[in-house]
């Protein structure tokens, strides 16, 4: 019995226009924008590529290694599943200084090449979002009529005089209209997979055929939300009409006037001023101490006179500046010297040079670092907290979890952007350990290329690798799970509300 | 009779769900906005006047020390001014620049004569997402609420409104009469038309009424003018759905139907083709060349630099000789580079504005581009703003040449300390910057996507009258 309503059911949805239209427009808007997203996919590609090449020229450019220090720049590659959520992998800055004076962070990155900043205007379209769209209207469309309808030809109390159990008819209806909606997904998604396949631009990875399970799987979760939704209005307004209204309203509620309105409505979370102010405050004071430390040393080291450049003047530059962003609590201490050849006329002076940079070298080091423990934890508060508290009210819509979920998976959330800053830092501290074992701080190299130019060869090379898929899908559980619990939910109180309904 | 019709439909909507549901939905969208532009504005309307506060001062005392400062170091930052109407149309402005800068100092020479840079017009770009770690929301302006949540609505109005008679067989009924077929048509049109408005105009009212009570908001004669122009495109906009709406409803056996080829309609027309369309348009070509920008200037200025190197160590050459070198290195320098900026900008304009174009295919877009013109926000008012701004700096750059010839003690070379005059400007005779709105220039903009706007409505009312008179009841 249970299979020939199965049946009944699907023979009902398939032969419709509703469906043909569903997967008609499915797959037109998916393969249309597909083929644009990997086009984009591929000059931020280019762009990344070209920038990875500048940085190593104007690495290479350098002669000593304090003028290269502000050269050393890791950029982020772009994620080639943004395809599917872009999230923020083109918004957050790109490419990030791993030079020793400051520990990297996001608020620190900076956008590579040659982009268009005024494009920024237009919103970017990807696969979830058309699929947040248009697989939630589907849904209902679906769904509206599936028992008011029935309600109102009277077929429901034909179906009812037979010894069916009405539990096994709602399912039967539920099963056979996702079997339905699943065709337009799968297929749409097939197509968007042939694409990205056969594009010389995308390698995908075992990892990331499974990051893409996973947000087949969340849209499945996001499908059945809201069909469930739909199967609710239908069960309680009784009549097609007034379900397929409700239906729309909410669906024009929750998919596009919410997400868009309650950030505007929520309390704003404070910015807080006395964090921001007291966090700088300290840092500013520890590189204060610093620069104490750093004329103290110049001053009782055994050259006369206090200028750190020991009167040194030749062929090539020189600067020390220290510089500050209070917003971000960014503060900084550059300093390099780039002299060619400065041969036997500063023989006395070399020497204490070398000192001062042997000195200066690990200060600089353990200044920014410990200022780094002060400034992370801050930074967390002023930046990431609020943010987060916005996030969750985005969550109370279907469709903030399930774009959050997918940004999970396919790791373009904060979380995987900030991955990349993680490599950074790390990167960095192995380019200090290697200025460590080659002994640069105190080598000529530092500051002048009487002894040969810095050699900038064997340095450690960086290349960014996404984290494995398990952490994608940790991070992606919990918004999952919310969105399979709201489906348990939506379907026993559907199940109650037909069983006490009278037909 | 059309007014009966009408009178009958307004009667059937009024009482419907939909109605209520459409009057809920538009006043809390309305109230949203009206409350959160109250929130913003103020704060918006203070930079601008500390940007212009701090230009007036930067010039006082540039024209005080000697007309050679006030022309080196330039007019300084030049802010937009804000409109008033941000609730009516956000226009992207979080991307755009506020303002454009006049001066900054590229390089200082040392030596014989001692040479700083001339001032130029540049523009900076901004990219406030770079560390922005909120997620991201359209802003809830008028554009989003009519553009996307009214036009869903005006659909929902009329999916049914000729199907579902047909359905019931009301319409065989009512067409047994004497009765014109267009004067049915036009007279369901006009009862949706007015039961739309009616929540609407109920919204708008309560938002407007929100925001004139705060003191921070001045809405002047010129204000309600472009408020009463914004309305009628709203109303036309209104009707394209409408008429949409009718066409298919006209066109289509089963109500069901039509609600599905009218949603997927919609949501490929509103919510897609516009991002879509602007991403095709604006991936075409990459904006700029290979090589970067900054070492393309560093090229030129080099070039600039060793043709001006021979004069200047050149010991043959006499002291005026040497300042007339020197004043054309520093005046050729900064034309260069104002030069290489401003194709920079208008690389960037013209992409902006292909993408734009194309987009216009979707009725939503064409919507808020009329939206932002009357607003006086978005990216076409960017670009008046720009054009004032290069206007201002062509009169500034007069200015201070006039000035440095009217002096009879200068040697008047431009460029270099010693060939200009010293003497302090008085600053009530410098030209000041104030960025300008015209409803006239507004209109210039608009006309095209006005008319398309109208095409669309036209084309469709025929189609959806064609639609009826042929349709089989």
């Keep these: ?503 | 009779m059309i007014w009966h019709i009408a009178k009958r439909e307004l009667y059937d909507n009024l009482n419907s769900l939909r109605f209520a549901l459409a009057t809920v939905l538009l006043l809390g969208l309305m109230l949203t906005n009206a409350v959160v532009h109250l929130r913003e504005h103020p704060t918006r309307l203070q930079k601008y006047h500390d940007g212009v506060a701090e230009y007036q001062n930067r010039l006082k005392s540039y024209a005080a020390e000697s007309l050679y400062k006030l022309a080196q170091k330039g007019p300084g930052d030049l802010y937009k001014k804000p409109s008033g109407l941000h609730f009516c149309a956000a226009g992207g402005e979080t991307f755009l620049p506020a303002d454009a800068e006049g001066g900054y100092g590229r390089w200082g020479l040392g030596g014989e004569p001692p040479l700083e840079s001339f001032w130029i017009l540049w523009y900076p770009s901004v990219t406030p997402n770079l560390a922005n770690v909120r997620p991201d929301v359209t802003k809830v302006d008028w554009g989003f609420i009519i553009g996307y949540v009214l036009s869903l609505i005006a659909l929902l109005f009329t999916f049914d409104s000729i199907s579902r008679e047909r359905e019931r067989g009301t319409l065989r009924l009512m067409l047994a009469n004497s009765i014109p077929r267009h004067t049915v048509l036009i007279g369901k049109f006009l009862g949706a038309l007015i039961s739309v408005s009616i929540p609407f105009t109920l919204a708008v009212l309560i938002n407007l009424l929100v925001i004139s009570t705060s003191s921070h908001v001045h809405l002047g004669a010129e204000v309600w003018g472009r408020l009463g122009i914004i309305l009628l495109i709203t109303l036309l906009y209104t009707c394209l759905f409408l008429v949409l709406g009718l066409l298919v409803s006209a066109r289509v056996q089963r109500s069901a139907v039509s609600l599905v080829i009218l949603l997927l309609a919609w949501v490929t027309l509103v919510v897609f083709m516009p991002n879509t369309l602007a991403a095709i348009a604006g991936g075409s070509s990459s904006s700029e060349a290979a090589l970067g920008f900054s070492e393309r200037s560093d090229q030129i200025h080099d070039e600039l630099w060793r043709e001006y190197a021979s004069h200047r160590y050149n010991s043959g050459k006499s002291w005026p000789q040497k300042l007339e070198a020197a004043g054309e290195y520093v005046t050729k320098d900064a034309a260069q580079q104002e030069r290489l900026h401003e194709e920079r900008l208008k690389q960037r304009i013209s992409q902006v504005n292909r993408a734009r174009t194309l987009a216009r295919i979707s009725p939503v877009t064409i919507f808020q581009h009329l939206l932002e013109s009357f607003a006086g926000t978005g990216f076409e008012r960017h670009l008046q703003f720009l054009e004032n701004v290069k206007s201002y700096a062509q009169q500034f750059r007069t200015f201070t040449v006039d000035t440095d010839n009217a002096d009879a003690e200068s040697l008047h070379i431009f460029g270099v300390r010693e060939g200009m005059s010293q003497k302090p400007v008085s600053p009530e005779a410098i030209p000041k910057f104030e960025d300008t709105l015209s409803l006239s220039k507004d209109f210039n903009t608009a006309a095209i996507d006005l008319l398309l706007l109208m095409l669309f409505v036209i084309v469709l009312l025929s189609g959806a009258y064609l639609a009826f008179v042929r349709v089989e009841v």
């Design chain 1, 1 to 503: 019995m249970f299979k020939t309503l199965i049946g009944r059911e699907l023979l009902n949805n398939l032969m419709t226009f509703r469906f043909a239209a569903a997967v008609f427009i499915m797959l037109l808007l998916v393969v249309a924008n597909t083929v644009v997203l990997i086009e984009d996919y591929d000059r931020r590609l280019a762009g990344y590529n070209t920038a990875v090449k500048t940085h190593q020229r104007q690495l290479h450019a350098k002669k000593t290694y304090s003028g290269g220090t502000s050269k050393l720049v890791v950029a982020r590659p772009p994620n080639p599943l943004s395809i599917f959520n872009v999230g923020f992998d083109k918004r957050l800055g790109n490419e990030v200084s791993v030079s020793h004076t400051l520990v990297p962070s996001l608020w620190d990155a900076r956008m590579h090449g040659s982009d268009n900043p005024f494009m920024d205007m237009f919103a970017s379209i990807d696969i979830v979002f058309i699929f947040e769209v248009i697989l939630s209207l589907l849904a209902l469309i679906f769904a509206y009529d599936t028992l008011a309808g029935e309600y109102e030809q009277g077929t429901l109390r034909l179906v009812l005089t037979h010894s069916v159990r009405r539990g096994h008819i709602l399912l039967a209806k539920y099963i056979s209209a996702m079997l339905c909606l699943l065709v337009p997904l799968l297929m749409s998604l097939l197509l968007a997979m042939i694409l990205l396949t056969t594009s010389s631009v995308i390698s995908l990875n075992a990892d990331d055929f499974l990051r893409i399970g996973g947000v087949i799987w969340a849209s499945v979760a996001y499908l059945s939300v809201f069909y469930l939704i739909g199967m609710l209005i239908s069960g309680m307004a009784r009549r097609t009409s007034t379900a397929l209204m409700l239906s729309m309203f909410v669906w024009g509620f929750l998919v596009l006037v919410y997400p868009n309105m309650i950030l505007a409505v929520s309390p704003q979370p404070k910015a807080p001023q006395t964090r921001t102010a007291s966090a700088f405050n300290q840092i500013e004071q520890m590189w204060e101490e610093f620069d104490r430390e750093r004329k103290h040393f110049l001053a009782t080291d055994a050259f006369p006179g206090e200028e750190w450049d020991f009167g040194i003047k030749g062929w090539g530059g020189l600067y020390a500046y220290s510089w500050d962003n209070p917003s971000k609590l960014l503060y900084t201490y550059e300093s390099a010297m780039e002299f060619r050849d400065l041969g036997e006329q500063y023989a006395t002076e070399i020497p204490h040079t070398q000192n001062y940079f042997r000195f200066l070298g690990p200060r600089v080091i353990n200044t920014a670092e410990r200022t780094w423990l002060i400034r992370k934890p801050a930074l967390e508060d002023i930046f990431i907290h609020p943010a987060n508290v916005e996030r969750i009210w985005l969550k109370l819509s279907p469709a903030g979890l399930y774009d959050a979920a997918t940004q999970a998976w396919v790791g373009t959330d904060v979380l995987g952007i900030r991955d990349f800053f993680h490599a950074a830092r790390q990167h960095r501290q192995r380019v200090i350990n290697y200025f460590h074992d080659k002994k640069v701080f105190g080598s000529q190299q530092w500051f002048t290329t009487d002894e040969g130019a810095a050699d900038w060869g064997s340095l450690p090379q960086f290349s960014f690798q996404r984290l494995d898929v398990n952490t994608n899908a940790k991070r992606a559980l919990p918004d999952v799970c919310i969105l399979l619990m709201i489906n348990i939910v939506l379907f026993v109180i559907i199940f109650l509300i037909f069983i006490k309904s009278e037909v």
